[in-house]
């Protein structure tokens, strides 16, 4: 519809940007083709069409929603000044799944567009979980709020109709706070989706979704648990297939299910038998990368239907090997001896399993890490290993009692990106700190491991070809451009003037020459690597005897680990812990239960544990009950 009093056309514009966030020299970090297309852009996105397509602003009034991935496009916010202006000055812009590392850059691409009049919101995990965890808003968000942005907290899935009329009016409140609110998933109409041509500008050809929220755990550091809670909400097996099928119908076969737990997902049975059902009745070769606990390989079935359902890739949280540590994280659901049996049953199904690994808890030293590392190494069959510096996230419980004992955390947001350190730690300075993460990667990934790596993989079937360029993007992102590989893309993109507010504009000359040195470097540097790796899966592919390559990870495990492995006999708190799990095995022998694990046959065992109850469903295992400690001998 024309609106002739302005000579322009009335429709509203939805645009809704997932921001990036700034380097060290305070560019934004951008590439040709970035990770992964952003799930709560994708989640947003659908609400927001779903909405415009209900025509909740009445039959007169057509929404546009135009999406935005900042890792991958430039954001010109004169464009987008010029685009509302266009259609009648009707507009909201949407910054769309906050996290704390993104909030600065987010209120920088928030201040022209305020300044020109128009509507700005924030949402995501920054803003929800300060609002969740936190007695007073914290100082940036008031900031915003003093800007004119209008903060979102919550899930939008029941809301987004209401802030779209609230714009429309022109009367955007402040704050929507709906943490209190968490909307069920099962009847959500539109669920996550991003057309192709968005897909494409990411590496891989992958699309993500969540097929459920909430996690029964209680880690301190999380803040998953504060944000969408602890109980568990999932969208049904046939939102699950028209998501596949939206994205099979536009060439998309490849998934990351965002879920932090797939293993705790209430309904992940139901879903996966209706994926298998795909897969085998249907033709749909879809594929999946899925994230899980340490405990997961005793959920009856888990991994097996997991192949079943097309899990190639699995992402576990393995955070430490010291149960000190883990304890201190009140992370109890992750055991030790534990660790072998499911990173062998992975294998035993030919899943690639990465893992990640945090330093700076209480009991760790840079002597501690790297000899830790050294036993995961050599113990632990696993392919990637990925390194976070514990950090109090906003939203974390360790970020409220940090908070409210007024101990020093850094003030600039930027850092929560897992790589920097943001505050004390009672056995490594600062500087010792950072020095460990940054050495990790150096620790794990030399020549020698990433050979270990992949003849492990060969000799279990994994096919170590697509296995290398994923060896590669992890072991290289740290080294070659100083940036986690969850942060990785390719060639990165630089522009002078997109610098964080407060910097000043570097001159042309000294921009541009030190931008063509750094892409000339990093190629080298790649190539080298790339050809050193192709030189690794070469030698294995025609070493004869790669087939029946063995080590101390790869063997079965037995009752004698707990005797020889360093895993187990490394410090106090492993022993403690390897003789606790021993006499809750006995307690559960005694208690006719078929025990969990220390048979000398574990691998087949496996799953035959605890929760392999009388009652024999998995939703009454106790590591369900995660706060409920294992009963004493
Ligand atoms: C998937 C994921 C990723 C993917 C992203 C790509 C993808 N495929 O989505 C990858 C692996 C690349 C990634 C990377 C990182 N991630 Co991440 N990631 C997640 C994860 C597991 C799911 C995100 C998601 O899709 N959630 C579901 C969506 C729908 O929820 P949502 O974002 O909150 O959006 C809802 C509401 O907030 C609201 N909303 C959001 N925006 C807006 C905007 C408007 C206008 C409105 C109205 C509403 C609204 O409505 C949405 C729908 O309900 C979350 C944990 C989690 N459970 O959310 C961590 C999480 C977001 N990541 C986190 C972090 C720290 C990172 C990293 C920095 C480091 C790391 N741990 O890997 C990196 C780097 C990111 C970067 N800056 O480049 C933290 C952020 C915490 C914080 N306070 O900042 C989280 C919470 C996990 C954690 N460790 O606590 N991540
Ligand atoms: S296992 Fe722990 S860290 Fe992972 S989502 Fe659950 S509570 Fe959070």
């Known amino acids: 519809m024309l609106d002739t009093k302005r000579g322009t056309t009335r429709r509203f514009q939805l645009i809704l940007i997932k921001p990036s966030h700034y380097d060290a020299d305070g560019y934004v970090v951008q590439w040709l083709r ?78 022209p567009l305020r300044a020109a009049g128009i509507q700005v919101m924030i949402g995501g995990f920054h803003v929800s979980g300060c609002l969740s965890m936190l007695q007073e808003i914290p100082e940036d968000i008031r900031q915003a709020q003093a800007l004119g942005i209008s903060i979102f907290a919550g899930e939008a899935e029941e809301h987004i109709g209401e802030v ?17 609110d968490l909307p069920g998933l099962g009847n959500i109409a539109s669920p996550p989706f991003l057309p192709y041509d968005f897909v494409q500008r990411t590496v891989g050809n992958v699309t993500s979704f969540d097929a459920g929220r909430g996690c029964p ?21 046939d939102s699950v297939e028209h998501i596949l099928r939206m994205n099979w119908a536009q060439g998309v076969k490849r998934f990351f299910i965002t879920d932090d737990n797939f293993a705790r997902n209430k309904d992940w049975e139901a879903i996966y038998d209706r ?29 097996e239907k997991s192949r079943r359902a097309g899990v190639t890739r699995v992402f576990i949280g393995l955070e430490n090997i010291n149960p000190a540590n883990l304890i201190a994280a009140k992370k109890r659901q992750n055991k030790i001896t534990e660790y072998r049996k499911m990173l062998l049953e992975w294998k035993r199904y030919g899943i690639m399993t990465f893992a990640g690994y945090i ?61 920097h350190v943001v505050t004390a730690h009672a056995k490594m300075s600062k500087d010792e700190w950072q020095e460990a ?57 630089k522009r002078r003037r997109d610098r964080r507010s407060g910097l000043p504009l570097e001159s042309p000359v000294v921009f541009y020459s030190r931008y063509a040195a750094e892409i000339a470097r990093k190629a080298a540097l790649l190539a080298k690597r790339w050809r050193h790796l192709k030189g690794i899966v070469r030698r294995v592919e025609t070493d004869p005897r790669a087939k029946f390559y063995m080590d101390g990870a790869l063997t079965p495990v037995a009752e004698e680990d707990s005797e020889h ?52 469903h998995h939703h009454d295992h106790p590591e369900l009950r995660p706060e409920i400690n294992p009963p004493a001998a």
């Not at 298998?276 to 991994?303: A, S, Y």
């Not at 990637?384 to 906003?394: K, S």
């Not at 990667?441 to 060969?458: D, K, N, Q, S």
């Not at 170590?464 to 940036?483: D, G, H, Q, T, Y």
Request: proline share 6%.
């Open 34 to 111: 970035s990770t992964m297309p952003s799930n709560s852009l994708a989640a947003v996105f659908s609400l927001a069409n779903g909405a415009a397509e209900r025509r909740v602003l009445g039959p007169d009034l057509p929404i546009d929603v135009i999406a935005i991935d900042e890792t991958n496009t430039h954001v010109v916010p004169k464009k987008l000044i010029r685009r509302i202006a266009a259609h009648g000055g009707l507009g909201l812009v949407g910054i769309v799944g906050v996290q704390s590392n993104e909030f600065p850059r987010a209120v920088d691409i928030a201040r």
């Open 164 to 180: 779209i009329e609230d714009a429309a009016r022109g009367r955007l409140k402040p704050l929507y706070n709906y943490m209190k």
């Open 275 to 303: 994926i298998i059902k795909l897969r085998e009745e249907d033709g749909m070769d879809v594929r999946f990368m899925i994230q899980v606990d340490t405990l997961c390989h005793r959920i009856p079935n888990f991994i």
């Open 359 to 419: 330093l700076g808890f209480p009991n760790d030293t840079p002597e501690s890490i790297r000899h830790d590392l050294d036993i995961i190494k050599k113990e632990l069959p696993l392919d990637m290993l990925e390194f976070f510096v514990l950090t109090p996230l906003p939203g974390s419980e360790d970020h409220k009692v940090l908070a409210e004992k007024g101990v020093w955390m850094d003030p600039d947001m930027n850092k929560y990106e897992l790589e």
């Open 437 to 493: 993460y940054r050495t990790a990667w150096g620790i794990f990934y030399t020549e020698e491991h990433l050979e270990t790596v992949l003849r492990r993989a060969y000799a279990c079937g994994i096919n170590i070809r697509s296995l290398m360029p994923v060896l590669f993007w992890f072991s290289s992102a740290v080294p070659v451009e100083n940036l986690h590989p969850l942060q990785w893309g390719i060639f990165r993109l």
């Open 565 to 616: 492995m360093e895993l187990y006999t490394q410090n106090d708190a492993a022993r403690v812990a390897v003789e606790r799990e021993r006499r809750v095995a006995g307690y559960h022998h005694t208690n006719g239960y078929t025990g969990n694990g220390h048979a000398t046959s574990g691998q087949k065992r496996n799953g035959q544990s605890a929760a392999e109850t009388p009652a024999g």
């Open 217 to 237: 755990f209680q880690c301190s550091f999380c803040t998953i648990i504060n944000v969408q809670g602890r109980k568990s909400r999932y969208r049904t097996p």
